[in-house]
């Protein structure tokens, strides 16, 4: 591999509860065997209808006193469906950090309120981000006669580094690690704990043509030499190895 090409899907409507995404972005974009398709969460929550109105929420005593204690002073009730998402609260101090029910330590449970279409309406993450991955893939194929590999990312903070970064949640049709444990470095010493995050690096680079206000939630990532599968939660660490757990 000696170079990336990194390109965003224009023109896709506002995606509904129920929409077809694999033919939404068949009819604005064209695949090629072996390209990689980064697809931004919140648009796959959407189409799965993981929405949820803050109207409709009520929350708890511990809700409350969580809010009141967390520097962003969110709305209770938002707090509320993030402990509802989790299943273990990690840290509750100026931050909210969790456990979610997909297995990610992230801040509030990847609960978000950007870019949903109302004030108080907030999207959920997909209950099984490698199932809608998988899903997305097979429809495509279905459509184009093309396999590509998916990825499903969101953006994710970093407790050693400043700045949030696109990450993978759900992968199809491609490894999700490389694991180079054993191999040779170029001075002919073996590595002993080298494992690449690939799909992360993938999801990274396909956040630059994302942005945050582009309105660019599909892009294809082409001149990629991939081989093999695997699972978003590949790169999830280890409860015994994790800084939160």
Do not use: C
């Not at 929350?59 to 520097?71: N, P, Q």
């Amino acid at each position: 591999m000696k170079s990336l090409e990194l390109i965003g899907v224009e023109g896709l409507p506002e995606v509904r509860s129920g929409d077809d995404l694999a033919q939404l972005l068949s009819a604005h974009a064209k695949f090629q065997p072996g390209d990689v398709l980064v697809m931004a969460q919140k648009v796959v929550s959407k189409a799965e209808g993981r929405l949820i109105d803050l109207a409709a929420v009520v929350a708890g005593e511990d809700a409350v006193r969580i809010a009141g204690g967390l520097i962003a002073n969110p709305d209770p009730r938002m707090v509320q469906v993030v402990l509802d998402e989790s299943v273990r609260v990690l840290r509750s101090e100026r931050v909210l950090i969790t456990e979610t029910r997909q297995g990610y330590v992230s801040a509030n449970a990847g609960v978000d309120h950007s870019n949903v279409g109302g004030h108080d309406k907030l999207t959920l993450l997909p209950v099984d981000p490698d199932a809608s991955a998988k899903r997305l893939r097979v429809r495509l194929q279905e459509l184009t006669g093309v396999e590509v590999g998916v990825i499903i990312s969101d953006t994710f903070g970093r407790p050693w580094r400043l700045g949030i970064v696109n990450v993978a949640l759900g992968v199809a049709g491609m490894p999700a690690t490389v694991d180079l444990r054993g191999t040779l470095d170029d001075d002919g010493e073996p590595l002993r704990a080298t494992v690449l995050a690939i799909a992360d690096d993938i999801a990274a680079g396909a956040g630059l043509v994302m942005g945050k206000t582009n309105r660019t939630p599909a892009v294809i990532v082409r001149g990629l030499e991939l081989r093999g599968s695997g699972s978003g939660r590949d790169l999830i660490r280890p409860q015994a190895e994790d800084l939160f757990r």
